[in-house]
């Protein structure tokens, strides 16, 4: 009542009274249901690896809670398919996995950005494979004989070909965010110099992976079974 009458002071109040009380509960429920859906469908997908041991554990249906109340707002299908990623993982094997409660956080901090730009740097020779635009920009690197390859380089011969609709001022704050979660390998570390963005010692390097272990063992887990 209080909260109601507080929006009434304001202009369009009314309209925030019909979001609170109608429309965000509905479109709250409608999602609920769109995602429980979409969970039904990757158990009954893998139905013949579930461990039921595990489906009826605690710590599975805490950890199924968690899953669902990040996953229902979520409206990027990266984020969307790492949090379900999780859950079915947690649920085909024995027992908890130590570091579910860590990748979810993690996935709960990323951005879809993050996530579709750690996947390239995991395997950036399967860009170069898929993607012509990375493959173009490479190869016209090559061709120029260039030693030198900095951050810049990897930003704007890998990333932005494979990546064209991330900002251009995003790429330094997602690549800080990912060198900061410890998923890929401190640029300082991969490539020397100040802030990590000066030349490898070949162009090579381009095409080596900059996933740490942990990055690694995350890209696994978020992955889709």
């Known amino acids: 009542i209080v909260a ?3 929006l009434s002071l304001f202009p369009g109040g009314g309209i925030l009274s019909i979001l609170l009380e109608s429309y965000i509960p509905t479109t709250w429920q409608k999602r609920t249901e769109e995602s429980l859906a979409q969970i039904r ?4 997908r893998l139905k013949s690896q579930l461990k039921d041991d595990r489906l009826r554990s605690e710590d599975f249906h ?3 809670i968690k899953i669902i109340r990040d996953i229902v707002p979520e409206q990027h299908k990266e984020k969307q398919e790492a949090f379900r990623a999780i859950l079915l993982n947690e649920a085909i ?24 730009a750690l996947k390239v ?11 012509p635009a990375v493959r173009n920009s490479i190869d016209s690197m090559k061709s120029l004989n260039r030693e030198g390859m900095g951050g810049d380089s990897i930003i704007s011969r890998l990333l932005k070909p494979a990546l ?12 800080d965010g990912l060198t900061r979660s410890g998923l890929i390998i401190d640029p300082g570390v991969v490539f020397g110099g ?6 490898p010692k070949n162009s ?14 995350y890209i696994r887990y978020i992955t889709l079974p």
């Open 4 to 6: 109601k009458a507080g």
């Open 41 to 44: 469908e990757d158990y009954e």
């Open 62 to 64: 805490i950890t199924m």
């Open 93 to 116: 094997q024995d027992s908890a996995g130590s570091e579910t409660d860590f990748f979810i956080k993690i996935t709960e901090d990323l951005t879809s950005e993050h996530i579709l």
């Open 121 to 131: 740097l995991a395997d950036p020779s399967k860009a170069y494979n898929e993607y």
């Open 164 to 175: 064209p609709d991330i900002l251009e001022d995003h790429w330094l704050v997602v690549l």
């Open 194 to 199: 100040r802030s990590g963005w000066t030349s």
């Open 204 to 217: 090579q390097n381009i095409l080596q992976k900059k996933t740490t272990l942990l990055g690694d063992r």
